[in-house]
Structures are given as C-alpha cells and as structure tokens.
C-alpha cells in the first residue's frame, strides 16, 4: 500500500471534523418503520371496506348495517380499554426509564389485561351481531377488518410480554428502556388501528 | 510516521479474521450484511430468468390466443402469465435491488453492519420459501387461473409470505441509513445510493401493505366462496395496483441513485448538486406514492378521471428529466475496460426511463382529452382509449427493463465490491444491448398493442385493430432478448473468477468518491475498522483533494 493512500484514509478519519450525531435507537425506528406499514395496511383494508360498503348502498339504497346488528356499549367500552391501555403503556415505559421495576411490571400488567379484554369483548360483540361468513359477504368484509385487528392486538401482546419479561429479567432500565419504548409504541399504533375501526365499521355503521 | 503504523496493524487486523462456520451454515448464521446481500442478488437473478422464460411462453401464446402452441388451455396461459408477471416484480427486480441495498448501503453510510443483519438474512429464507410455496401453488393448478381451490389459497399465502418478507428487509435498510450512519455523515451528505435505497424502502414500507391488505380481503371471500375459483380476472388483480403507473416508478427510484453514483464514477467526477439529485429522487417517491393517497379508497380501480390523479402522473417525468440531464453530464467512457459496460448501460436505463415516464403521461392524459370533448371545450381529432389495455405492461416493461439495465451498470460498478472480481465484460456488453433492445421492443409492442385496442392480461381473447398481431410479436421478440440479457447477468454474477477479473483485493481500492471506497474489496466482517468521519457526501474524493493540495 502507497503512503499516499494511507495520507488518504488519515484526512478522512481524523482531519475531517464533524459532530456527533444524535439519532434515534435503532429498535425505537425499526418499530416505528413496522407500526408505519401496519397502519398503512390497516388504512388500506378499511379503505377497501369502505368502498365496497359505499358501492353496496348505491345499488342496493338499503343500509349495510343496522343499530340492532351493532350495538355501541361493546365498541364504547372497547375504546375505553384501548384508551386506557395506551396511557397505562406510557406509564411503563416511565417506570423502566426511572428504574422503578414494581411500577414498570404493573403498568405492563395493566396494558396486557386491556388488551385481552379488548380481544374479549370482541369476541362477545361478534357473538350478538350474529354474523357468518358464509351467508353474505357484508360479513365477510366485516371479519376481515375485525380479524385482522385482532390479529394485531395479538401481536402487540406478545411483543408487551416479552418486553415485559425482560424487565423482569433486568434487561431494561434506565440507561436502555429503547426495548420498552418500542413495544409501548407499537402498542398505541395497535390502539390506533382500533380507533380506526371503530368509527369505520362501529360508529358509521 | 504514525499514521502509516497505524493503517498497518489496520491492514493486519482486517485480513486475519477468525475462521468461521463454512458452508449452508455460515449462510444461515450468518451476522454479516454482505454474504445475505449476495444471496438475495444471486437467488434474484436466477428467478430473473426463471419469470422471462415463462413471461417468453406467456408472449407468444399472446400472439396468436386463438390457438394455443405450448399449453393446453387459456387457464394454463393466464397461470403462466400471473407467475411470470409476479415472479418478475417480486421474485427478481425488488429482491436484486433489495441486495444491492443490503450490501452496498450500510458500506455507504459507514456503518459496520446492516442496522438488523440477522433480520435481513431471516427475511431472505422467509422470502425464499415464499417463492417456493409460489411456485407449488402453480405447478399444483392454483394462482390466479388455478382449477384447485387450496392451491389458490396456497398461492395468496405465499404472496404474502414474499412481500411480508421484502417489507421486513427494507425495514432493515431504512434503519441503517437512519440511525446507524457515520459520525459527519448529515441526511444531505447520504450518498445518491444510499438515499435513494432510503426513499425506496420507506415507499415499500408504505405502499406493499397495501397490496398485503388486498390479500387478506381476497383470501377471506375466495375461502367464504364469495370469489370464485373461475374469477380469474377478480384474482390476477391482486397484484395490480402497485404494478401500475405512477406506483409502479417506486422500482425505478433506487436504479436512479445507482445510476449517478456509478456513472459519475466513471467518469472521474461527483456529480456536484447533490441537494438536487436528492431532491429530485424524492419527488420521484413523492409522485409513486402519491395517487396511493389521492385514491385511497379506490386503490384496486384507479380514478383515471381525477385531476390529481393526472397531475401526479405528470409529475414522475420531471424528476426522471432532471436525473437525465445530469447522467447526460457525466457520461463518458470509462477509462477502465474493465468496467466500461458501466456508462453505456446508465446511459440507456435512463433513456428507458424517460420512455416509460412519457408513455405514462401520455396514458394519464388521455382522461382528460376525453373530459375536455364531453364537456365540449375541445375536440380532440381522435380519442385514445387506452385504460385496460396492453398500454400499462409496456409502461411497465420500461420501467422494469430501465432497472433491469441499471442494476447491469451498479452490478459491474460495484463488482469487486461484491464479488472481489471483475464481471465478465463481454457477457455484460451482450447482456446490456440485449436488454435494452428487449425492452424497448417490449415495451413499444405492448405500448402500440395498446393503443390498437388489445385487451390487457389476462384477456384470453386477441381483440383488437388489424395490427395487434404484428404488435404482440415484437412485445414477444423483446421478451425473448430481455431472457437473454438476464441469462448473460446471472451467468455474469455465478460464474467463478476469470484469469483477467480476478484481482488481489488490495489493488480494488479507491476507484469511487463514497465511503464503501474506502473498504478493502469485498470488506472484511465489520467494514470499517476504524468508523470513519465525514464531512461531505464525496467523502473519498475529498479527502484526495485535501491530500493533494498538502502534497502541493
């Protein structure tokens, strides 16, 4: 190798000055990079539901849905939970990022109840709205965008229980609460996509 | 002197690597971006000619419909030609582009690795058995056409399977050029490369949801029964959206980044603006995503009488225009033979380019010739009815062939890079005239097919004007050119080092202006092993500059 090139590789490294930057954490971006494709996929599917819907009450002039098939106490309730769920994984990714472990675990515990309960009372209001798959396709499109967001929350679950696991485990704290962070911020993306739903399928009917 | 120690004992450290797994298992444990980059260009450039020679069977079956010479019946050409076309987009052209972006991006913006290496090489296997499971579908009489309703159900798993996959892969390089770039390295000193992988990933992340939503819906009413398995039409649509223009661009964005970086290289001097090459590549992603926005609600029938729509359309051809202009600048042979495929074939993917855009324009326009005669304020002599027909697959076959060629030129610019060896120059000379022969003859047969009225696939019937025929052979003949340009490519890319190309690795060094210059060739596990500071987007260059003015 030449001095010349090695004179070269010198002024890069160190004659060239420039400051540090500050950036995000990878797992923080990589997550937001994922909850950004998740919520365009959602849009999409609702986007699709809604012009399916729109197209169904133009040729036919009749509703798609009806007050008696979609009651709103369960949908209301629901976006009460995932309110609440969000706020709650706010509070755990607080508590790690003050090393408070007791409160970190609650806060976890709390949003991952939220979630199941939203997954339950889901389940309850499909089981009044009497759907089925196979007898129309109102009820098709209407599983769909329903299941999917289930889907989601599952997801959201288990990435909130590893995390939290980890907590447990010391993994996170408050020099490094990025895992924490994370997953709350796929939890409120996930939170979102129901907000979504529910004016979408529930309230617009 | 110091510095001359100091390299040294770099030079010791890089080259005497601990020996690790060999083999399969290297490839699946594997924590370097460079080997899985490989993999996705190798694994793309094989399934490249796989779908040419099947979109080859697909053409000449077109030519003539009303009597079928390789298949049995017109459900086996409409199965052929969903394959060829799914295969070709998401087989070939994205996971090639995704490798050069695995591989060259992180070199580029300084980094040791990819921001997820193992992610990238779980989303490559992932991706593979999504193909595989693509291509069972097929051969098991499923996909769109198919006769089998669980193979269909295969086929629109394994769909999502493949762009789940490339989702989660340009996940990991927009990582890598957000958040783990070198020291000085600003968003405005990111390379054209770099940056245009950035705007190409983001889009990706964005628009390919999309089509994974649209699956969903269409699995969900295919299983319920509500879509039929002879809807062949209903299922060939799947994939439609972002294979139509303006989205169908977003392919095209990283093969501008390619384009200026390998070219100026070649031709001894950076391109200068690099703010407008920039921006000019993000108004590119600006304009593919944007009829996403604009008919949201109404992706899977694009509103081709909505203003927007039409103004976003117009709007590809600017940024394409200014990324021309600029190439046109630079483009001189290079002094290396080595590499002089290089600007030739920068020099005629953008010219395809422009084609592709202006057939575009002239597609999104055509509405409004239409809107302007119903309202009466003008009278156009002829109205071109060309929605629906063949027109779209020769814009597309533009744009694919314009990155087919570009990904020639970044493949050979980047050879020793990749490979540590020089490719073939002959094969690639061949490969280059080819594809581009192939794809104007492609896309002007499909683009003229189109406006002689012939219905678009997967139209089992040859309609049309008298010369529709005539037209669908030349589509067919640029098919038959574009196979070999892929066959030379691959052959180029797997075959073992010649006498000429192979080269010590320290004599493949400072032939660039951007950081991946700076590695030995191809980089030692970790890249730099000094992270180094910047303080431009031509890092390299700048630096001799400064060298030679203290020599002075």
Redesign the interface.
């Given at each position: 190798?030449s001095?010349?090139?090695?004179?070269?590789?010198?002024?890069?490294?160190?004659?060239?000055?420039?400051?540090?930057?500050a950036?995000?954490?990878?797992l923080l971006?990589?997550t937001g990079?994922?909850s950004?494709?998740?919520f365009?996929?959602?849009?999409?599917?609702v986007?699709?539901y809604?012009?399916e819907r729109a197209g169904f009450r133009a040729v036919t002039g009749e509703p798609w849905l009806t007050e008696a098939t979609v009651p709103l106490t369960q949908p209301n309730f629901m976006l009460l939970s995932v309110g609440l769920s969000a706020i709650t994984a706010l509070w755990a990714v607080y508590s790690v990022r003050n090393d408070d472990t007791a409160n970190a675990l609650l806060a976890t515990g709390l949003t991952l109840l939220f979630g199941v309960s939203q997954i339950a009372q889901t389940f309850f209001l499909l089981s009044i709205m009497e759907l089925e798959?196979?007898a129309d396709?109102r009820s098709?499109?209407i599983?769909?965008v329903i299941?999917?967001q289930i889907a989601l929350m599952i997801l959201a679950i288990i990435y909130l229980a590893l995390t939290g696991l980890r907590t447990v485990g010391g993994g996170y704290s408050s020099k490094d609460y990025e895992g924490m962070a994370s997953a709350a911020l796929f939890w409120i993306v996930s939170a979102l996509v129901y907000v979504l739903v529910w004016y979408a399928i529930y309230i617009t009917k | 002197m110091t510095i001359t120690e100091e390299r040294s004992a770099v030079q010791t450290v890089s080259t005497t690597a601990e020996p690790g797994p060999s083999g399969i298992e290297s490839l699946l444990s594997t924590g370097d971006h460079k080997p899985v980059g490989r993999l996705w260009i190798s694994v793309g450039s094989l399934f490249l000619v796989v779908s040419l020679g099947l979109a080859l069977v697909a053409s000449f079956e077109a030519v003539d419909l009303g009597s079928l010479s390789f298949l049995d019946d017109t459900d086996q050409y409409v199965q052929v030609g969903s394959l060829a076309q799914e295969l070709l987009l998401f087989g070939a052209i994205v996971p090639i582009l995704v490798g050069l972006g695995i591989y060259i991006v992180p070199l580029q913006v300084g980094a040791s690795s990819l921001a997820f290496p193992r992610g990238a090489a779980g989303a490559f296997w992932t991706w593979l058995i999504g193909c595989s499971l693509l291509i069972v579908s097929y051969v098991a009489n499923g996909g769109a056409g198919g006769g089998r309703t669980d193979f269909v159900e295969l086929w629109i798993l394994s769909l999502g399977i493949i762009i789940g996959s490339i989702i989660w892969a340009l996940v990991c390089i927009a990582s890598t050029v957000l958040g783990v770039r070198t020291a000085g390295m600003t968003m405005v000193r990111v390379p054209a490369t770099s940056w245009s992988f950035l705007v190409f990933s983001l889009l990706g992340i964005m628009i390919l949801p999309v089509t994974i939503a649209e699956l969903v819906i269409t699995y969900v009413r295919f299983s319920a029964g509500f879509i039929r398995l002879g809807e062949t039409q209903v299922l060939a649509d799947v994939i439609r959206g972002i294979q139509s223009a303006p989205t169908v661009f977003w392919v095209a964005i990283p093969a501008l980044g390619v384009l200026l970086d390998a070219v100026s290289t070649s031709s001894g001097a950076p391109v200068k603006s690099h703010r407008t090459v920039l921006g000019a590549i993000g108004l590119l992603g600006v304009a593919s995503f944007g009829v996403n926005i604009i008919g949201f609600a109404t992706v899977r029938e694009p509103s081709y009488d909505n203003t927007l729509f039409v103004l976003d359309t117009v709007l590809t051809i600017l940024p394409i225009l200014v990324i021309f202009g600029l190439l046109l600048m630079k483009i001189k042979p290079d002094a290396d033979t080595r590499r002089s495929v290089t600007p030739f074939a920068g020099l005629l993917s953008g010219l395809l380019l422009l084609l592709g855009a202006c057939a575009a324009v002239l597609g999104a326009i055509e509405p409004v010739a239409i809107g302007l005669k119903e309202l009466g304020i003008a009278e156009p002599a002829s109205t071109l009815i060309v929605n629906g027909t063949m027109f779209d697959q020769g814009i597309r076959a533009a744009v694919y062939g314009a990155v087919l060629l570009a990904l020639i030129a970044g493949l050979n610019h980047w050879s020793v890079k990749i490979w540590g060896r020089y490719l073939n120059q002959p094969f690639l000379s061949l490969a280059t005239l080819a594809a581009a022969a192939g794809t104007f003859l492609w896309s002007a047969g499909s683009i003229a097919a189109g406006i002689d009225d012939q219905q678009a696939f997967p139209a089992t019937e040859l309609t049309g004007g008298s010369q529709v025929e005539l037209f669908s052979q030349l589509a067919a003949f640029g098919v038959v050119a574009m196979l070999l340009a892929g066959a030379l490519l691959f052959i180029s890319i797997v075959q073992g080092p010649t006498a000429e190309a192979a080269v010590p690795r320290d004599q493949l060094r400072w032939v660039g202006f951007t950081l991946e210059w700076m590695t030995e060739s191809p980089p030692a596990v970790g890249n730099f092993t000094v992270p180094p500071v910047v303080g431009s987007a031509t890092p390299v260059s700048d630096a001799i500059a400064i060298n030679e003015g203290a020599e002075e």
């Open positions: 190798m001095t010349a090139e090695v004179t070269v590789y010198d002024k890069i490294s160190a004659d060239v000055e420039a400051p540090e930057q950036r995000p954490s990878v971006m990589a990079l994922v950004i494709s998740v365009m996929g959602f849009a999409a599917l986007g699709f809604l012009t798959a196979s396709e098709v499109w599983l769909s299941g999917a | -």
